[in-house]
Nanobody, 127 residues
Framework: EVQLQASGGGLVQAGTSLRLSCAAS????????IGWFRQAPGKEREGVSC????????YYADSVKGRFTMSSDNAKNTVYLQMNSLKPEDTAVYYC????????????????????WGKGTQVTVSS
């Protein structure tokens, strides 16, 4: 059973940093996709950063490019989202998601979502 546990959210001031973690279990980091999504109140879900093993690329939404970095520790089956220079508009519930096939591109997964979702973690950025 695929399980994803996101953590690390909180209340921070604009301009500061936060690191989210996603502990994954039930699949191996071989043919897979994994990523971070967010949803703010009244807004559509946004794919923030996604990695797909089929293309080996990491996609970033334009809104976070240059500020957010996704990384992984395969030995721990954990994915991180380092968020720097946070802005109030980054306020949202952040979700970790995964796909255990990984056949499509990273951009595809961020645009269309993935099969497995964890519970979200709230990130609030005050001005």
């Amino acid at each position: 059973e695929v399980q994803l546990q996101a953590s690390g959210g909180g209340l921070v001031q604009a301009g500061t940093s936060l690191r989210l973690s996603c502990a994954a279990s039930g699949f191996t980091f071989e043919h897979y996709a994994i990523g971070w999504f967010r949803q703010a109140p009244g807004k559509e879900r946004e794919g923030v950063s996604c990695y797909g093993s089929s293309d080996g690329n990491t996609y970033y939404a334009d809104s976070v490019k240059g500020r957010f970095t996704m990384s992984s520790d395969n030995a721990k089956n954990t994915v991180y989202l380092q968020m720097n220079s946070l802005k109030p508009e980054d306020t949202a519930v952040y979700y970790c998601a995964a796909d255990t096939l990984g056949y499509s591109s990273s951009h595809y997964y961020c645009r269309n979502g993935m099969d497995y979702w964890g519970k979200g973690t709230q990130v609030t950025v005050s001005s």
